[in-house]
């Protein structure tokens, strides 16, 4: 941690958004996690990507549980409403508020403890729900805040800073959403922004649950030579398939030279997310291709990064469940509690 | 781009931008450190190692630094660090403990100055030391040259003059006053001096020749009036008053003429207020003392009724800028009433003591001067100060003194003058802990401290009552935490360098960007925040082991927070103390580079 506060004063040339807001106005508090932790860098990609996307932060709700990357969203968006839960139980809390209220923006910020070893059971139900909201899973293999003992998404055979090497096989998060239906999957680096930007953005306009595992080393415990998820293992073995570029509604969309090598996804409300391809073959809209594809990458070792995959035609829980399409508060009074008669005449349908 | 060499202390010296700035390389962030310290004495003499006159230069310098401040980009108002200067001298100790002293044993070379100016002052305190016989041959009965006859003593009391001059004077300066020298050939030839420096100023105010100059009295030349009042020859003035001319010099003598009883006095600029040669405080200084300042008039004549002065005719112009350039068109001619002008329009050099035989070159009527050296074609005789360029200012003369000296000393024992000493720099860590730094970190956003003044009525009816009361401590604690601290630079190690963007997500100011290498002009183009101020440098490190990107610093508003440093987690940015090494005669190169 720092003991000054981040100074007022800003560069001359600072930018304001639409909505007239400059970068600095998307921060939070100083962070207190060790320097060059992954997690502060995600905060970065985040304050960039809701800046450039307009967003009011007084319209998000920031959800977490516990654990390193729980901490985070108190380090951007401190305007914007928020919730800490128990550990591992922020799906359910998120699927709560999203269901009284769909028109905030949602953001969820968990670990790799979080959501792999104490939340799992959570984090699958609020992928089969498909909720409407970004999910960030801070991936860095190990518990920090207990000092760095092997999490569920440690690679077998993985060391720990002490040198023992992790017996058991690692949970993937991308590869477990993609089996359980997520309509939205994709990785990143923590220490690569000109990547995890677009994808924030892409995740944050995804109507449905938007999954991005990023991977985002932890300096203390996790940065050694026999760490897979180390600053410099992460960049040997990144291989990027696609590179997303996020095209919001109110651009004009014009199509590059190169349209057909070039496909689109075009998102409910226009937006589009544009893919550049690195990868020749590989299609974001493939569900079993991109599930097999990530299955061959591991296990030679790397670390498939971009957008894995997208369902352009997602439908969220609200969709599924023929909801009201606005949030509750704003539903009469009379409408939400319509009355002990109207009950009754409800429950003679099921006699 | 190349990556950055840090091993030339010109890099670091020029994030320094006072320091930079400052003729004499005072070493202001330091200096201002000791203040917020309490530590005024030390200050004191660290300012005095630089430019040897705090006190005065503290109410008179011409301050380059403030517009180089860095604070200035940041805020818009950049440190006081004139009159941050006077705060130490203010609220000083004693100082005579620590003054240099001659020593007992001389080393038998005798060396003569001309005039008792800054220049040659400077020039003494750095020989006395040393070893040499000096011998100031000044004019007047009393030291300081143009800071005494030129400067009113409501700007700089004569007590703070006697002092600083004193310090010098006193350490066994064999001073001759009341001997103009009456030529430079008889001292050469009888004076028995190995070496002679000529720290004489630019003595002679330039003359106004326009119809009816000679036919009156009360038609004075601007620095030779403000002599005859320092001298109490004059002391009262006629009711209206116009000085012709808008430098310092000008803001000097319509202050005074205020002072000696004036109810009306103007001043006059030929162009419009912006390229006025005042320093803007000047002018408002002036301004705040009723007295009006007007643009765009040209003299054309004196006028005269019944053979009295009675005002003056000028040219109106209506100015219009295009393309950068003044265009000044006529407009009409107008009168404005004087009983008394002062022609406060430049001053010039005037050798008229200095024979053209005597192996000195001079070319345009000025001795032709060596830039680097000071010395003049005939070796063993040395320009500083105004005599050497013309006018310039104090901060000048003192950093002209100071090389001077070097080549006097060079001069003397045998060594080419050209053979000078090199500049070095000491960098040291300030990290004195995971979160502490042996300097304040913090940014504050406290405004400028404004200086007090003593209340308007009560100034005009004395010429010796100082205007400025200086800062209190207050205002002081205040201002001294405006100070960037831009000597405590970012360090960087590429090796160390892990890339995890920690520093560049921290600083507020989007200083950092790790890129792709490439030509500047492009690379300031994309970096967090676009590198416009081409003045300001940027800082390439060598390509990082990772990803083969380069770490870029631009140096423009660096806040010196230290916050890149501290979010390092492998100690790739510290936050390292410079301290330049700037030689003066008889110092040894520095043991780093």
């Not at chain 1, 699927?95 to 799992?120: C, E, K, P, R, V």
């Not at chain 1, 291989?239 to 409910?268: M, Q, W, Y």
């Not at chain 2, 000085?243 to 005074?256: E, F, Q």
């Amino acid at each position: 941690m720092t003991y000054i506060a981040k100074p007022k004063v800003h560069h001359p040339s600072l930018q304001k958004n639409a909505i007239g807001l400059t970068r600095r106005d998307y921060e939070g508090a100083m962070s207190t996690l060790c320097a060059g932790c992954g997690h502060d860098s995600v905060t970065g990609a985040l304050i960039h990507a809701f800046w450039e996307l307009d967003l009011e932060p007084h319209r998000v709700a920031k959800l977490s549980g516990i654990g390193c990357s729980s901490k985070t969203p108190t380090y951007f968006l401190k305007n914007a409403h928020g919730f800490n839960s128990v550990h591992g139980r922020m799906p359910s809390i998120a699927t709560g508020a999203n269901a009284a209220n769909q028109d905030l923006t949602y953001i969820g910020i968990s670990g790799d403890g979080d959501s792999l070893s104490i939340g799992l059971g959570q984090l699958c139900h609020i992928i089969r729900r498909n909720v409407n909201m970004l999910y960030v899973l801070e991936n860095n293999g190990v518990y920090g805040l207990t000092k760095g003992q092997f999490s569920a998404s440690a690679d077998r055979g993985s060391l720990a800073k002490r040198g023992e090497a992790n017996p058991f096989e690692a949970i993937d998060g991308a590869m477990l959403a993609l089996t359980l239906g997520a309509t939205f999957v994709a990785r990143s680096f923590s220490g690569d922004k000109e990547q995890l930007v677009p994808i924030l953005k892409a995740g944050l306009k995804h109507k449905g649950f938007a999954f991005v595992d990023v991977i985002s080393p932890c300096v203390t415990f996790n940065d050694h030579d026999g760490s897979t998820k180390s600053y410099a293992h992460t960049r040997e073995h990144l291989h990027e398939v696609d590179d997303v570029d996020f095209v919001p509604l109110r651009k004009e969309i014009s199509l590059p030279a190169d349209a057909g090598s070039t496909p689109e996804v075009r998102l409910h409300d226009g937006s589009v997310i544009r893919f550049r391809r690195i990868d020749g073959n590989y299609d974001p809209t493939d569900k079993d291709r991109a599930y097999s594809y990530l299955r061959e990458r591991a296990k030679s070792g790397e670390v498939v990064t971009g957008l894995l995959y997208v369902s352009p035609d997602s439908l969220d829980l609200h969709d599924n469940n023929k909801t009201v399409k606005k949030p509750l508060t704003e539903v009469p009074y009379e409408e939400l509690v319509p009355g002990a008669a109207t009950l009754a005449k409800l429950q003679k349908r099921y006699r | 781009m190349q990556p950055t060499d840090v091993s030339d202390p010109r890099y670091f010296h020029k994030v320094v931008d006072c320091q930079w700035a400052c003729p004499a390389h005072t070493n202001i962030p330091e200096y201002i450190r000791l203040i917020a310290q309490g530590r005024f004495t030390e200050s004191y003499m660290l300012n005095r190692k630089s430019n040897v006159f705090p006190g005065i230069l503290g109410r008179t310098c011409d301050r380059p630094c403030e517009p180089a401040c860095r604070r200035g980009r940041v805020d818009g108002k950049p440190v006081a660090i004139c009159r941050l200067k006077r705060v130490a001298a203010d609220y000083r100790d004693d100082v005579t403990p620590y003054l240099p002293t001659a020593p007992t044993q001389k080393n038998g070379k005798r060396v003569a100055l001309i005039g008792a100016g800054p220049a040659s002052l400077t020039v003494a305190n750095d020989l006395v030391p040393l070893g040499y016989h000096v011998t100031i041959f000044e004019k007047l009965d009393r030291p300081g040259g143009l800071m005494r006859t030129n400067i009113p003593s409501f700007r700089l009391p004569a007590k703070v003059l006697d002092e600083e001059c004193g310090y010098i004077i006193n350490m066994g300066v064999d001073i001759r006053y009341s001997t103009p020298v009456a030529s430079l050939k008889k001292l050469l030839d009888d004076g028995g001096f190995d070496a002679v420096f000529v720290g004489s100023g630019a003595p002679r105010g330039k003359n106004l020749d326009v119809p009816g100059r000679y036919d009156s009295d009360k038609i004075f030349i601007g620095i030779d009036w403000l002599e005859s009042i320092h001298f109490g020859h004059t002391t009262k003035v006629e009711p209206t008053v116009l000085i012709i001319g808008v430098g310092n010099t000008a803001m000097d003598c319509c202050r005074s003429a205020k002072r000696l009883g004036a109810t009306s006095v103007k001043v006059i600029g030929r162009k419009p207020r912006k390229y006025f040669k005042a320093s803007p405080w000047e002018l408002e200084d002036a301004e705040e003392e009723k007295v009006d300042i007007l643009e765009d008039l040209s003299p054309v004549r004196f006028v005269y009724e019944d053979g009295k002065l009675s005002g003056m005719e000028f040219e109106r112009f209506k100015s219009v800028e295009k393309d950068g350039k003044l265009r000044q068109e006529k407009i009409d001619n107008i009168i404005l009433p004087a009983d008394v002008v002062v022609l406060a329009i430049g001053q010039e050099n005037a050798f008229p003591w200095i024979e053209r035989d005597i192996g000195l070159e001079f070319k345009d009527n000025m001795p032709v001067v060596d830039k680097a050296t000071f010395m003049s074609t005939r070796p063993g005789v040395f320009f500083g100060g105004d005599a050497a360029w013309g006018p310039e200012n104090i901060i000048w003369a003192v950093e002209h003194g100071h090389q001077a000296a070097i080549s006097i000393h060079n001069h003397c024992q045998g060594v080419a003058v050209t053979d000078r000493p090199k500049q070095g720099q000491n960098l040291s860590s300030t990290k004195m802990g995971l979160h502490e730094w042996s300097y304040s970190n913090d940014y504050s956003g406290a405004a400028r401290a404004k200086m007090e003044h003593v209340d308007l009525t009560k100034r005009l009816t004395s010429l010796t009552m100082e205007v400025e009361l200086g800062f209190s401590i207050e205002q002081t604690k205040a201002e001294v935490e405006r100070c960037l601290n831009c000597d405590i630079q970012t360090g960087f190690v590429t090796k160390a360098c892990i890339e995890c963007d920690a520093c560049i997500d921290v600083c507020p100011m989007d200083c950092l960007t790790i890129t792709k290498n490439g030509e500047e002009p492009e690379l300031r183009t994309r970096l967090l925040a676009p590198a416009k101020n081409q003045k300001q440098e940027l800082f390439l490190s060598f390509d990082l082991k990772q990803t083969g990107r380069v770490m870029v610093k631009d140096e423009d508003v660096c806040l010196h927070c230290g916050l890149c440093a501290e979010r390092c987690p492998t100690h790739a940015w510290d936050m390292v103390k410079f301290e330049l090494f700037h030689p003066h005669a008889g110092e040894k190169q520095s043991c780093s580079k």
